[in-house]
């Protein structure tokens, strides 16, 4: 198994940037495709981006195409999610998650249901 701790959240402005982490404990962690999610009051929580376990290949939603980046650091046991051109609807506490699923991202990564183990996440704030 692993177990995923995510930081980095906090409060910015809009147009801003943050960096979020998603550390991993346990040998395996490489061969898991990680997920992040978010889930703002009031709504479902939604995928945001995921990443191949070599990190060659990559995911993310329409919402946040162009702004924000996942990747990883295998060696570090650490996945992370550039955000930048942050918007107040970002607002939202920001989960990483781990899957054993194979096959193309874009088949089983936005499911949330594609995913076993799951961070406690990280607040990210977006004023305006």
């Known amino acids: 198994q692993v177990q995923l701790v995510e930081s980095g959240g906090g409060l910015v402005q809009a147009g801003g940037s943050l960096r979020l982490s998603c550390a991993a404990s346990g040998r395996t962690f490489s061969s898991y495709v990680i997920g992040w999610f978010r889930q703002a009051l009031g709504k479902e929580r939604e995928f945001v981006a995921a990443i191949w376990r070599s990190g060659g290949s990559t995911y993310y939603a329409d919402s946040v195409k162009g702004r924000f980046t996942i990747s990883r650091d295998n060696a570090k046991n650490t996945v992370y999610l550039q955000m930048n051109s942050l918007e107040p609807e970002d607002t939202a506490v920001y989960s990483c998650?781990?899957?054993?699923?194979?096959?193309?991202?874009?088949?089983?990564?936005?499911?949330?249901?594609?995913?076993?183990?799951w961070g406690q996440g990280t607040q990210v704030t977006v004023s305006s």
């Open positions: 998650a781990a899957s054993t699923r194979t096959g193309l991202l874009r088949d089983y990564a936005p499911r949330q249901d594609a995913y076993a183990y």
